[in-house]
């Protein structure tokens, strides 16, 4: 069972990483990156919980 869900939770980081990086090069992350010289939080939130999840989900499929 912890081997699925390893499984499931690295899809899910790698889908929340990917569309983090979709979403900061929109046309709004990439104004408010110009103004303010941050990346908006959304697109923050979903790089730390896609890279949370992976790193999660890799500990559950190498623990034995």
């Given at each position: 069972?912890?081997g699925i869900?390893?499984?499931?939770?690295?899809?899910?980081g790698?889908?929340?990483?990917?569309w983090?990086?979709?979403l900061?090069?929109s046309i709004g992350s990439?104004?408010?990156?110009?103004?303010?010289g941050?990346m908006?939080?959304?697109v923050?939130?979903?790089?730390?919980?896609?890279?949370?999840?992976?790193a999660?989900?890799?500990?559950l499929?190498?623990?034995?």
């Open positions: 069972m912890p869900l390893g499984i499931a939770l690295l899809v899910i790698a889908g929340l990483v990917w983090g990086y979709q900061s090069g990439q104004l408010t990156e110009t103004i303010s941050a908006p939080d959304g923050m939130i979903r790089y730390i919980a896609g890279a949370v999840s992976s999660v989900g890799l500990y499929l190498v623990k034995r």
